[in-house]
């Protein structure tokens, strides 16, 4: 046991100390934190910057569908000659040019000096369709105020009846939670169970260990080296989670006043259907009532199994082969069930309480994937929970003691490419 704890402090030390650990340390919480604030911060960018279009309409009939808004202004043209009008543009200063010369589609071509900006496009477009759909109501003899009068807005506030009574809940957050919980699991894994790898690799090559296991057995430090990496894994998981939350925080908390609209500034007809405090206090409330504390234990439970299951195999592979080319041939199998359970969960978010989802939260190759996201949308039976965790360890243990088989042997053959024909070899021996 001493020895599996000194291959773990060695593993682990020599790993966090690495530059590249605190450099994506570091680096990572900035990334994802600008993952999410980025969208927002652009939105606003965009929102606040004025563009300015040129109108030349030669039929004389669009002047009343262009007026102008905070962040689009229009300036008209009389110049016939399209030759001179294009000049005029050039030294004009103007973002683009819109010139009309019929009603049909092709009769309307906005100019511009680069690649034309997809924001003012979709904002004349809309504004052509409004006045042209206008226009078609007058000539039905249709009252367009009354139609948008008996428009209505409506939005659903979902509520969860538990024991105890009815509480806040939400639609989106489960799913945003679980499909989160999930790719972060089937990236940890990927990460360092391939770092297992090609640590058994790396030793491999420089004969490292030959020197090891004169001092311990082959499966003590295949043991050790499993568990340090893993301690590694979730260092750096728990600094991301801590960092990304500041940052992010930081970051709302300066942009988070312009985020939501004020009721002022919203149209008369939509102040009494839309009310962003009451949106926010409820999402607050979704959040609160979330059932964080057992889906962060789910989530440590799956993480924590998946990886040593796959770092496991992943250990076999890197003792089986003496470089990283020639494990390509044993990555795929193993690596298939993890590329199709993040696939299969986008579909399962819609419906996890299909049979396939059933299945693939019950495999152990699978369960690490799709169970948090299962438990996340409380689409589960406490039976189907138990099973897939005690087999998913049970799994472990078996797999865990196959590679030993296989580590204890190709952790010192060299020159040798190993087929799936001599693995069942080593598996026999005893």
């Known amino acids: 046991m001493n020895n599996i704890i000194l291959i773990i402090q060695r593993e682990y030390l020599t790993r966090v100390k690495k530059k590249s650990f605190i450099i994506m340390t570091v680096a990572g919480p900035i990334l994802t934190a600008a ?16 563009k300015t279009v040129m109108i030349y309409d030669g039929t004389g009939h669009y002047k009343d569908a262009f007026e102008d808004s905070e962040t689009l202004k229009f300036k008209f043209t009389d110049i016939q000659n399209a030759e001179e009008r294009k000049k005029t543009f050039k030294s004009s200063g103007c973002d683009a040019m819109l010139t009309i010369s019929g009603e049909n589609n092709d009769k ?26 206008a226009e078609n109501y007058k000539k039905l003899g249709i009252d367009k105020n009354k139609i948008d009068s008996a428009k209505v807005s409506v939005s659903l506030s979902t509520k969860i009846l538990t024991s105890k009574g009815e509480k806040v809940g939400s639609a989106e957050l489960p799913i945003a939670v ?36 004169s001092s311990v057995k082959p499966y003590q430090l295949m043991a050790g080296k499993i568990a340090g990496i893993a301690a590694v894994a979730l260092t750096q998981f728990v600094l ?3 960092l990304t939350a500041f940052i992010t925080g930081i970051a709302y908390l300066y942009i988070g006043p312009e985020i939501i609209p004020q009721g002022q500034n919203l149209p008369a007809g939509e102040i009494t259907t839309l009310n962003p405090a009451s949106s926010l206090s409820n999402i607050t409330t ?6 964080w504390l057992n889906m962060f234990l789910i989530f440590l439970i799956y993480f924590t199994g998946g990886y040593l299951l796959y ?66 949308l409380g689409k589960y039976e406490t039976w189907e929970l138990v099973l897939s965790v005690v087999l998913l360890f049970s799994t472990f243990f078996a797999i865990v003691w196959l590679a030993a088989k296989i580590y204890r042997v190709g952790i010192l053959m060299y020159g040798k490419k190993v087929s799936y024909g001599e693995l069942l070899k080593w598996l026999r021996y005893k």
């Open 35 to 50: 993952l999410f604030t980025a969208p927002v911060w652009f939105a606003l960018t965009e929102n606040n910057e004025v």
């Open 178 to 213: 679980g499909f989160i919980s999930a790719f972060i699991i089937y990236m940890f894994i990927f990460m360092y169970g391939v770092q297992v790898m090609k640590g058994v690799i790396e030793e491999k090559t420089n004969r490292v260990v030959e020197i090891l296991i």
């Open 311 to 376: 770092s496991s195999l992943f250990a076999a592979i890197g003792s089986a082969a003496d470089n990283e080319t020639d494990t390509q041939q044993f990555m795929l199998p193993v690596t298939i069930p993890l590329i199709l359970a993040i696939v299969a969960a986008q579909g399962i978010i819609k419906n996890p309480e299909s049979a396939s989802a059933f299945w693939m939260s019950i495999i152990p190759f699978t369960s690490p994937i799709i169970m948090p996201l299962r438990f996340a």
């Open 240 to 242: 991301w989670a801590i």
């Open 286 to 291: 979704a959040i609160l009532n979330f059932d």
């Open 108 to 133: 309307f071509v906005l100019y511009s000096e680069k690649v034309p900006d997809i924001n003012i496009k979709e904002k004349l477009t809309n504004k052509i369709e409004r006045f042209l759909e």
